[in-house]
């Protein structure tokens, strides 16, 4: 009866102060799970200092303050014992005064089971991607028996490390099995070869153009005045003839700008087929003649040398195949004796020597005035 007595007056007192009711009766709560016999001591004998009548306002005030810190200092180890005391007469369904921490033990079942609630599945996904990544990797090395160079060749085919008159040979090679059958070039476009000799064909085919050749014209295209439609009449005709005529203030049908013309180019040939270099018969006879100044008529000469080189060498590589007259051949034997004698005479040697001329010509063209 007593300590019922005091534990009201207790609520009583605490009242004044704003939100601490609530406080003060978690602490009793909690007091008969875990308070030992110091703790309660020592709380009896400060319920009887509150219960006496004649202490003042601030006395109380000091009072409320001490028993908060009471309940901020049990607060911490309550919490931590609450899970492993085995006292027999503690309650259960009582709420402890702070939640539980967090703790986790690695390899415990229940606790990954809890942590999969902080998860992301896309971040787990990934996880197990890379694991599964890593775990690969060694096996595919051992089973790749390709090289880094091979494999650039093969997946990159402008990169190789093979010389540029390597490249050229390899051209020449299929201009003349294109030209004993016509087919070649277009197969090996298509992606129909695929041996390890007309891989190596097309990359050299790919090489010429796309690093030997059409920078060059861009560069050269870039730094002029021409207009498209001329541009378009120098790429379409295989053959220019460039004829000093007597001078004329006009303007240039190149540039379209007002210059003392005394140039004319005649463009003729058949337009072709710039990969499989198949000709059309359309229009074959078709010429232009038209009036350039100095400095596009230069431009001319050296942008057509380097625009239509690749067609004019697998024409010749046709007259030669077309010349040689041996019959009920296989083609294998035939391209390897006709190169084997364009080798040993200097022709593939010459004609390397001019597509250098040509592309030094490109890179050393001044820019227009």
């Known amino acids: ?42 709380e009896r004998q400060l319920d009887k200092t509150c219960s006496a009548e004649n202490i003042p306002t601030n006395r109380k005030q000091q009072v409320l303050a001490k028993l908060k810190e009471l309940a901020r200092q049990r607060a911490s180890p309550a919490s931590s014992s609450s899970g492993s005391s085995e006292d027999p007469h503690a309650e259960v369904e009582e709420e402890p005064l702070s939640p539980l921490p967090f703790t986790s033990t690695e390899g415990s079942e229940a606790d990954n089971d809890s942590m999969r609630d902080f998860i992301d599945d896309d971040d787990e996904e990934e996880e197990d991607d890379n694991d599964t990544r890593s775990e690969k990797q060694p096996q595919q090395k051992e089973l790749d028996p390709m090289s880094n160079s091979e494999l650039l060749e093969y997946y990159v085919p402008h990169l190789t490390r093979c010389s540029h008159y390597v490249h050229f040979q390899r051209i020449v090679n299929a ?50 005045r021409w207009k498209d439609r001329y541009k378009e009449r120098v790429d379409c005709y295989p053959d220019v003839r460039i004829i000093m005529k007597n001078p004329q203030n006009m303007s240039c049908q190149a540039c379209e700008l007002n210059r003392y ?29 038209l009036r350039v100044g100095t400095v596009c008529a230069d431009r001319t000469r050296v942008y057509h040398n380097l625009k239509h080189f690749k067609y004019k060498l697998y024409m010749d590589c046709s007259s030669i195949a077309g010349l040689d007259g041996v019959e009920d051949e296989p083609v294998k034997d035939t391209v390897e004796r006709l190169f084997s004698r364009l080798e040993g005479n200097g022709w593939i040697q010459k004609r390397y020597d001019d597509l250098e001329k040509y592309m030094n010509d490109a890179d050393n063209f001044q820019e227009e005035k």
Not at 5 to 17: A, G, K, N, P, Q
Not at 207 to 221: A, G, K, M, S, T
Not at 274 to 282: G, P
Request: one cysteine or more; a negative charge; charged letters at 35%.
């Open 1 to 42: 009866g007593k300590r019922k007595r005091s534990s009201t007056s207790v609520l009583y007192d605490s009242d004044e102060s704003e939100g601490s009711d609530i406080l003060v009766r978690k602490v009793f709560a909690k007091r008969h799970c875990i308070m030992d016999e110091d703790e309660s001591s020592q």
């Open 175 to 224: 201009f003349l099995i294109n030209a004993i059958d016509d087919t070649f070039l277009s197969s090996l476009y298509d992606g129909t070869r695929q041996k390890k000799y007309a891989r190596d064909m097309l990359t050299s085919l790919y090489y010429l153009d796309d690093r030997f050749i059409q920078p060059r014209l861009e560069n050269l295209i870039s730094r002029s």
């Open 261 to 289: 013309c005394k140039f004319d180019v005649l463009l003729s040939g058949k337009l072709y087929n710039s990969r499989t270099l198949e000709a059309d018969d359309f229009m074959s006879h078709d010429k232009q003649v």
